[in-house]
């Protein structure tokens, strides 16, 4: 009988609890990728930053100011698949945005795929490239389906990376058309949105828009190797056939994207149907025009201080539908920064120039004269040369022999640090520098050689208008911010990896982990 009455008492103390707990869980997960974004000047422009943006988020939430990236050559792909996936790139195949097609001997976007068309867009883009789940994966299957997952951001690959593979949608600008497009591989592609006549389509809004300070020049100081104090102003050109990707490097970009997510979030109702959404934002602090810190400091510090804006609006809308207390945030960086530009001249620090396309040529005559004629250099691409594999298995010679002899000729040119053939990065890892090679590559699309160029020296691309590529080896300090109901703010004092995010917000979420993902979550206090 007492164990009767004991059963009853417990009964009773235990369902309104399991009922606050699910009232309490989030009902809207809102991940927000800052391609870019610093910790360091984070802190540095902290004190122009109004109360509701970032330093909501650095005074509420869980912050974390280092988060590493073990693995080399970072992008705007390679970045957002780790983040969401929760894995390295060896597993969730996502290598670069652009890859090294052997059967074209030429670049694709590692996006493409021929079996899905765009939708207001010429670019057949889809999300089979990832070989694993995404978080925005687990949040659909969560909910059978019925929960929403979009993701909006100015470019392709973080919308659709972000989104993983079943989001209802992910939107992006059209680089030709300045439109909001999207892809047929998702079934939902909201019509209003990319409408040409949607009121915050780029192509409606440029043609009387300019982006001038928000504050005063004399304001901007956190930056110290900028070179001017003059007051800028930029307009979009209609006959400039780059203006929309000039645009997507300005902070007018992130105003776009917010506009687009509330939209989404209104007229989606997220957040507000009984089932667990997901919305995925991608914000840019690229420097001006893909330039340096030196040129466009200023353009840099006010780009900070309007995604300060943009997050107080986005926040502000969210706590007006959903509520805050009902929504978990997140918020990271892509971990690199291309705003590095090269030393002058005068200062006698040594420096130089690779070209890949010569460095191909000489490396394909010297295979030619131990070999016999043959095209036996098919290619280069993030830093690997790519091997004529077909016309060595042909000729009968042994395919690591000609790796080998490749790698002695490349260790003797100028601008190479050091040279890692693929058998020595997978079979024979024996140190750190292929560890990281190794947790970077996908068997699918890498090449033959892989080459550590010098730092302080340039990479010139001669067949895309002589891009150049600043050879820099810095670590970027890249935070992590969290908020979430119930979970106190706190600093995370240690580095953590970036495959502990996804994990992370898994667990407070009471959900699966992506299938790729073997990170321990972050030890955060509850």
Same mark, same amino acid.
């Given at each position: ?13 235990? *369902? ?50 280092? =988060? ?11 970045? +957002? ?12 195949? *996502? ?13 694709? /976007? ?12 010429? @670019? ?9 789940? +995404? ?13 929403? =997952? ?25 680089? %030709? ?16 949105? =990319? ?29 110290? #190797? ?17 203006? #929309? ?13 917010? @506009? ?5 979030? %209104? ?9 667990? @959404? ?8 690229? $420097?001006?025009?893909?330039?340096? =810190? ?24 969210? @706590? ?5 207390? %009902?929504?978990?945030?997140?918020? !990271?960086? !892509? ?8 030393? $002058? ?49 042909? %000729? ?24 890692? !053939? ?11 520098? +292929? ?9 699918? #699309? ?12 340039? *990479?010139?691309?001669?067949? /895309?208008?002589? +891009?150049?590529?600043?050879?820099? /080896? ?20 240690? $580095? ?17 982990? $992506? ?12």
């Amino acid at each position: 009988m007492n164990k009767v009455i004991a059963s009853l008492l417990l009964s009773l103390i235990v *369902v309104p609890v399991q009922a606050q707990t699910a009232a309490d869980a989030p009902q809207l997960v809102v991940g927000i990728t800052v391609d870019q974004l610093r910790s360091d000047y984070l802190y540095a422009l902290q004190q122009l930053f109004g109360e509701k943006g970032f330093n909501r988020m650095l005074r509420d939430g869980v912050v974390c100011d280092e =988060v590493l990236y073990d693995f080399p050559l970072l992008d705007r792909a390679i970045s +957002t698949a780790a983040i969401y996936t929760g894995t390295i790139p060896l597993y969730n195949g *996502v290598v670069a945005d652009e890859v090294f097609d052997v059967k074209t001997r030429k670049k694709r /976007h590692i996006l493409y795929d021929d079996n899905y068309m765009g939708n207001a867009t010429e @670019d057949n883009f889809s999300a089979t490239a990832l070989q694993v789940s +995404t978080l925005s994966d687990e949040v659909k299957i969560v909910g059978n389906g019925l929960g929403r =997952v979009y993701s909006v951001a100015p470019d392709a690959t973080t919308a659709i990376l972000a989104g993983g593979h079943i989001a209802n949608s992910a939107l992006w600008v059209d680089d %030709k058309t300045g439109r909001w497009v999207t892809t047929t591989y998702y079934f939902d592609a909201p019509a209003h949105i =990319v409408h040409p006549y949607y009121e915050h389509t780029p192509a409606q809004l440029l043609d009387n828009t300019s982006w001038a300070p928000l504050l005063s020049a004399e304001q901007y100081t956190a930056l110290p #190797y900028q070179m001017r104090t003059i007051p800028f102003k930029h307009s979009f050109a209609r006959n400039d056939i780059n203006r #929309y990707k000039v645009y997507k490097t300005t902070p007018l970009a992130n105003v776009g994207v917010t @506009d687009v997510a509330i939209d989404l979030l %209104k007229n989606a109702s997220l957040g507000q149907r009984g089932q667990l @959404d997901m919305i995925n934002i991608g914000y840019t602090l690229a $420097p001006y025009k893909n330039g340096t =810190v030196q040129e466009y400091g200023l353009e840099l510090q006010d780009a900070y201080v309007r995604l300060d804006a943009e997050l107080a609006r986005l926040f502000e809308a969210i @706590d007006a539908t959903v509520g805050i207390d %009902k929504t978990l945030f997140f918020i !990271t960086s !892509t971990g690199y920064f291309t705003g590095e530009g090269r030393e $002058p001249s005068f200062y006698k620090i040594q420096s130089g120039e690779f070209y890949p396309k010569r460095a191909v040529s000489l490396l394909n005559m010297y295979l030619m004269a131990l070999y016999g004629n043959g095209d036996w250099v098919i290619g280069f691409s993030d830093n690997q040369f790519y091997l004529n594999r077909t016309l060595i298995k042909d %000729k009968a010679f042994d395919l690591e022999e000609v790796r080998d002899k490749a790698a002695q000729f490349l260790m003797d040119m100028q601008g190479i640090q050091d040279v890692y !053939t693929l058998q020595r990065i997978l079979l024979r890892s024996t140190n750190e520098n +292929t560890d990281r090679l190794r947790r970077g590559l996908s068997a699918q #699309y890498s090449g033959d050689i892989f080459v550590e160029l010098v730092p302080g020296w340039e *990479v010139v691309y001669e067949d /895309h208008e002589n +891009t150049r590529e600043y050879i820099r /080896h810095n670590a970027v300090a890249t935070p992590f911010m969290l908020l979430a109901p119930n979970i106190p703010a706190q600093k995370i004092d240690y $580095p953590i990896d970036v495959t502990q995010i996804a994990p992370t917000v898994a667990r407070i979420l009471r959900i699966r982990s $992506p299938n790729g993902s073997t990170a321990r979550p972050i030890h955060i206090a509850r």
